[in-house]
């Protein structure tokens, strides 16, 4: 039984009631008096020069109130640092069909969309991208002025230890080819956005974004407004998945509307344009090549991506450096090598989805390891349980592995779903595949460069005992709110119901980074739990003297603060704060959270750290019809270590919404685009973007594993995206149990299926997926000695006679 | 083209109990008609080409996409919609459990998951699993899996059965 009154209950959420009764408000669901509509006028070619654009008849058209180009907004944005690339509206070319050009604002949603039609853009159209290879095969015309080299925005190129000598000492070396498509987060709610500006020169943006702190800054930069006089709030998101994580042209684009026509300017993006703000999974090209002893000890790997990351920027240098970066956190790897390239292409921009560049390495890694097993003659469960990191330890690319409890996992998910009973001995179109997989429980170090808090809380007490508990993180429905109301209520003994939660709002509420890599219910929760201390401490000083007990008896519990000896001498909880402010005044704390200082100190090391890893294991069942290659999955066993629960029912929740989300990928999801030079985006609506429903959703069978770790609050780690990463993998080697062909390629679709077991049929190999790597000019590495080479994190010097490079 | 000076249409219709009156342009479809002339912004739209269920209603008890429905189609009808579920200040039984076990995380597909579900228990009160599933299978929910769903319907149908 746990110690804890509230942690780890399955307690309703504090938004819950809103939710049920439709009383939330979405961002589309604001409206103010004398409200404007804008709306955005898009590119209809991929890749062009703007040679012009006429606004007059737009102007002109009763209702119109405002039109906007992209002289308006000069200046450039983006998510990081690095890659200020996207504007409000294109300046002089357009990269994407989707890519903003115009906005109008009018007095209905129906003139703002006929004002669109008399805006007359002539575009002289460039040479297209539609592939990463393309990209990597043509540096001219480049899609950005800007990048490592010609159309790659990103290279990388780093080595913990001569990877190359140890795949040489190897046993087995085995080489493989995947491939990953990209896939949307298709949240059900469209972004919105509003804004308002006061003649007092103050602006408001409601909008659902996941990142209210890095919109604010944004607009304070585009619209060059003191930041002091932007006010931003995040309305709950209606569904995020990461796609919700950049600061975007429309939040701008209505905020710039509000302040030259003094009026509330709106905006609710149609379906068709949530497939243009995308920001989702990168398509992902991979080699991978490792040694491994006979018992299955991987000696060295060598990894390489490519990522196809679309027209901007977006989170692209982190997504690329988070294929590479958490090879090591699961298996044993002495010495790695990871190179990794990302492409522009005139697609819509790809960014962070649920797993954030970590999917694709993963799925490549764990059907790779299906296959050494195999060769090696070892059961896959077995021969992960013997490479495992062990806990408390540092990996070769210097992450720093906190609590680890992979080996649990596999061993319930091997336990409960029969694995022995059931791998390679099922009939012929039956088989379960197993993948395991971890995740960060955020991210080590800030997006853009600052040593201050990552996430802060302040804590208000009413002497009616209420407590109001601000903070800057966003709830996009993984219940971030109930998070902070759950440990303030365990600290100081009250009910989380007696708590209000006030989030997202930059005027209101101290900073939080955002709802992203999974960081919110460690950040927000540590500095959750610091707050509520610092506020327990001052309460339980005047407590102490009110009652005459020692300080270290008083007990906070059922909204009371006694006397652990004997319970009938106290007070309520009310009569605490108020004997507290009666002597010091009013009672408010502050709780901050910074992560610990990374290991790593190589240029790249920024991207992997973390205060904590969540480990996941997977198994999955699936039936393959071998005449029409269709997979149906039944049933998913899954066991993971969130360190500690803080809500159970939430846990499983995200859990569950985890297997559907990446069930989805690896049988359906795809961004497809029409070739031939045009790059039309071929589905962008939600009838044709394949998405599970009802009837494709999968059993699931959920264990949860509690093993503290010391950096999170109450030992708690993520759960919102880890157990994603193993569904893909664990389908792909199920699929090879039951019909013995290999699909290294996702979605596995049907026709994949059917191609894989014609060409095994033929007696050529049983297998569907890509067979080449381009060749990429790939920087000189950028060498760091592993730990047990008595490394200190710091990269080699790099020397004149610095050795020729193998590849 | 479609302008806001188009001449209103006035129907009458009951709307979660209430016999109401609404003025609004002709082509508005029901469900612009119940969010932006009615302000209940309860319905949500994930799509408004009748593909992801979010804005389900139930018109005449039987759920319909709003997105599809001229709101013209209304006149005499009874409409119900999240804001009818609670009734004296307590939830409808599935209201309950979706909050208490977890069935609505983003919470924005969550009226139309409630809205099909009272029209299947009152249709069939005690659905399989499979036969829910059936009966959402219209409607697209990006958070849960579903399973918290099924399982908030299936404890509502047995509460409901026991009273």
């Known amino acids: 039984m746990s110690e804890y009154r509230v942690i780890g209950k399955a307690l309703r959420k504090v938004d819950a009631v809103a939710k049920v009764t439709g009383a939330t408000r979405f961002a589309d669901d604001l409206s103010f008096p004398r409200m404007l509509y804008c709306k955005l006028l898009r590119s209809t070619q991929p890749h062009a020069r703007i040679v012009s654009i006429d606004v007059t008849a737009a102007r ?97 190129d780093l080595e913990f230890g001569d990877a190359a000598a140890g795949i040489a000492a190897a046993d087995l ?137 679309g027209a901007y920027g977006s989170y692209g240098v982190a997504s690329t450096y988070y294929t590479g970066a958490l090879q090591t956190v699961t298996y044993n790897v002495p010495r790695y090598h990871f190179q990794g390239a990302r492409a522009f292409t005139n697609k819509a921009p790809c960014g962070p989805k649920r797993g954030h560049g970590t999917p694709q390495p993963r799925f490549a890694l764990e059907v790779h390891l299906d296959k050494i097993a195999e060769q090696l003659g070892i059961d896959p469960a077995e021969l992960r349980l013997k490479t495992l990191v062990p806990p408390n330890s540092l990996t070769a690319n210097y992450l720093r592995v906190g609590s680890m409890g992979l080996g649990a996992c596999i061993a319930k998910v091997v336990e409960g779903s029969d694995w022995k009973g059931k791998f390679r001995k099922l009939p012929h179109g039956r088989g379960v595949g197993l993948a395991c997989s971890s995740y960060i429980s955020g991210a080590g170090l800030p997006i853009y460069w600052n040593n201050m808090p990552h996430s802060g809380v302040q804590l208000k007490c009413d002497r009616s005992g209420g407590v109001t508990v601000f903070c800057g993180s966003t ?84 909204g009371r603060v006694f006397d652990r ?48 890893y969540s480990y996941s294991a997977c198994v999955a069942a699936v039936d ?144 569907f997926g890509p067979t080449s790597f381009p060749d990429i000019s790939w920087p000189e590495p950028t060498r760091v000695p592993t730990p047990w080479e008595g490394g200190d994190g710091r990269a080699t010097p790099v020397t004149a006679a610095a050795p020729e490079r193998q590849h | 083209m479609l302008t806001s000076n188009e001449a209103k249409v006035k129907i009458a219709l009951t709307v979660n109990g209430d016999a109401t009156e609404v003025a609004f342009a002709p082509h508005k479809t029901l469900l612009e008609v119940l969010r932006e002339d009615l302000g209940l912004t309860g319905t949500k739209h994930g799509c408004e ?57 983003c919470g924005y597909c969550t009226p139309a998951f409630l809205l099909a579900a009272e029209a299947l228990l009152e249709a069939n009160p005690r659905p399989t699993r499979d036969e829910i599933k059936d009966a959402l299978a219209g409607n697209l929910c990006r958070c849960t899996g579903y399973i918290k769903i099924y399982e908030a319907v299936e404890l509502a149908a047995a509460r409901m059965g026991r009273v």
């Open chain 1, 173 to 309: 070396v085995r080489e493989d080819f995947f491939f990953f498509e990209g896939s949307t987060h298709l949240p059900m709610e469209q972004h919105a956005a509003v804004a308002q500006w006061s003649p007092d020169s103050k602006l408001t943006l409601w909008t659902s974004t996941q990142t209210p702190h890095y919109v604010h800054r944004a607009l304070a930069k585009v619209l060059e407004l003191p930041a002091a006089r932007v006010r931003v709030i995040a309305t709950p998101n209606g569904g995020g998945f990461g796609g919700k994580s950049d600061p975007f042209n429309h939040e701008i684009a209505v905020a710039k509307l509000a302040m030259i026509t003094g009026r509330p300017v709106k905006i609710t993006l149609t379906r068709e344009e949530v497939f243009y703000c995308h920001r989702g999974r990168h398509p992902t090209l991979m080699w991978v090549r490792t040694g491994v002893k006979k018992d299955g000890a991987i000696t060295g790997m060598h990894f390489r991506s490519l990522l196809d990351g």
């Open chain 2, 49 to 105: 080409l009748g593909e992801c269920g979010t804005c389900t209603v139930l018109l005449d008890g039987t759920p319909v996409l709003s997105c599809l429905v001229l709101g013209l189609a209304c006149t005499g009808r009874a409409v119900r919609t999240v804001e009818g579920m609670a009734r004296g200040g307590k939830l409808h039984p599935l209201q309950e459990t979706f909050a208490d076990l977890g069935a609505a995380q």
């Open chain 1, 624 to 767: 393959v019809d071998p005449e029409t290659g269709i997979v149906r999955v039944p049933t998913i066993w899954i066991a993971h270590d969130v360190g500690r629960s803080i809500n159970s029912a939430s846990v499983i929740g995200q859990v569950e919404g985890s297997i559907y989300m990446g069930l989805g990928e690896a049988l359906m999801e795809e961004m497809a685009y029409r070739g031939n030079r045009n790059v039309v985006h071929k589905i962008p609506s939600l009838l044709e973007y394949k998405s599970p429903t009802t009837l494709e959703m999968c059993d699931v069978v959920t264990y949860l594993i509690e093993d503290p770790d010391p950096n999170g609050p109450f030992g708690a780690k993520e759960v919102g995206q880890g157990p994603l990463l193993p569904v893909m993998p664990a389908v792909a080697n199920a699929v090879y149990d039951a019909v013995g062909v290999r699909v290294d390629e996702v979605p596995i679709t049907p026709e994949k299926v059917l191609k894989a077991l014609r060409s095994k049929a033929k007696g050529e190999e049983g297998r």
């Open chain 1, 565 to 612: 000896k004997d319970r009938t001498r106290g007070i309520t909880f009310a009569e605490a704060v108020q004997c507290a402010e009666a002597a010091e005044g009013m009672i408010g704390t502050v709780g901050s959270y910074t992560p610990p200082p990374s290991a790593g100190r190589y240029r790249g090391a920024g991207v992997g750290p973390s205060p904590a």
């Open chain 1, 60 to 156: 002109r058209l009763a209702g119109v109130l405002a039109v906007l180009v992209g002289r308006d907004l000069p200046i450039p944005f983006g998510i990081l640092p690095v890659s200020q690339d996207e504007h409000t509206l294109c300046l002089d070319k357009v990269r994407f069909i989707g890519d903003p050009v115009a906005a109008v604002a009018a007095t209905t949603e129906e003139t703002a969309t006929a004002a669109l039609d008399l805006i007359q853009v002539v575009y002289a159209p460039l040479k297209s991208f539609d592939s990463a290879e393309e990209a990597v095969a043509h540096p001219e015309p480049q899609i950005h002025d800007y990048g490592d080299s010609g159309n790659l925005h990103k290279l990388i």
């Open chain 1, 475 to 558: 709830e996009i429905g993984q219940g971030s709110d109930s998070i902070l109301a759950y440990i303030v209520a365990e600290v100081l003994g009250i009910d989380p119901f007696d708590i209000a939660v006030v989030t997202a709002d930059t005027d209101l509420t101290p900073v939080d980074l955002g709802s992203y890599s999974s960081r919110v219910t460690l950040m927000s929760g540590n500095a959750a739990l610091q707050a509520a201390e610092r506020a327990r401490q001052i309460l339980a000083v005047h407590a102490a003297k009110k009652l005459d007990v020692p300080l270290e008896r008083l007990t906070f519990a059922e």
